[in-house]
């Protein structure tokens, strides 16, 4: 079965430090998200990528963050200055026309 | 506007019924619902669309009534493997396919 594949599952950095989450979507879906999910918490929205460009974004998705899908293939998210209060589960989610989401098994970044 | 769901947690014996509801404010155009176990990603268990449709998943099926902008997640004859958190996802007016999440409800199944 298709999967979305995330990388690194865990990253470490410093408050202040950019780090970029690496997303490879099912290669037949058309849209793609990022979310994601402080520890026991509910699944939120950050931003909906839809050809080539951002179709959506929360309010959370602010000026330290930013989307690409460089090569056709990969998705990444990339925050800038990396704040404590982003320390979450960040899931990378992909979806058919009409379909359900595949979600990857996300990066569980942790700032110190 | 993130939709409700009820109850927040239920704890079940093996082979007894749930229902897990998901409420919104806003008209949906469809409804998804995601079991998530700890430590791992959502997956998606069923889409529900505009018109009253009543999906199944093994024993697990779901209603979605528009009119009301509520949907209903039925779990029949629990099993163990059914311990998790439930999430419904809608899209409101969003032609993005950005789903809003509910809270979760928490479902534990006990021998």
């Known amino acids: ?3 979305v594949t995330q990388t690194p599952s865990h990253q470490v950095t410093q408050m202040g430090q950019e780090v970029i989450l690496r997303c490879v979507p099912i290669s ?8 994601r999910q402080i ?3 509910k699944v939120e929205f950050l931003v909906s990528f839809y050809n080539n460009e951002i179709s959506e974004k929360s309010e959370i998705f602010d000026d330290q963050f930013s989307v690409e ?3 056709g293939s990969n998705f990444t998210l990339k925050i800038r200055s990396t704040k404590l209060e982003d320390s979450a589960m960040y ?3 992909s979806a058919g026309q009409g379909g359900g989401y595949t979600f990857g098994s996300g990066t569980r970044l942790t700032v110190v | 506007q993130q939709p409700v769901q009820s109850p927040q947690a239920v704890i079940l014996r093996e082979g007894e019924d749930a229902v897990i509801n998901c409420s919104s404010s806003k008209a949906l155009y469809s409804v998804h619902w995601y079991r998530q176990k700890h430590g791992e990603a959502p997956v ?4 529900l669309l505009k018109g009253g449709e009543q999906k199944g998943h093994e ?3 779901a209603s979605f009534n528009e009119k009301k902008q509520q949907s209903s997640l039925y779990l029949t004859a629990s099993q163990l493997s059914y311990s998790g958190t439930y999430f419904c996802g809608t899209d409101g007016s969003s032609n993005t396919g950005k789903l809003i999440f509910g809270q979760g409800t928490t479902l534990q199944v006990k021998p």
Request: a negative charge; proline letters at 7%.
């Open chain 1, 69 to 71: 899908r460089p090569d």
């Open chain 1, 39 to 41: 520890l026991g918490q």
């Open chain 2, 59 to 61: 024993k697990i099926s």
């Open chain 1, 1 to 3: 079965e298709p999967e």
């Open chain 1, 28 to 35: 037949n879906h058309l849209y793609f998200y990022w979310y």
């Open chain 1, 91 to 93: 899931f990378c989610a």
């Open chain 2, 44 to 47: 998606f268990l069923m889409i």
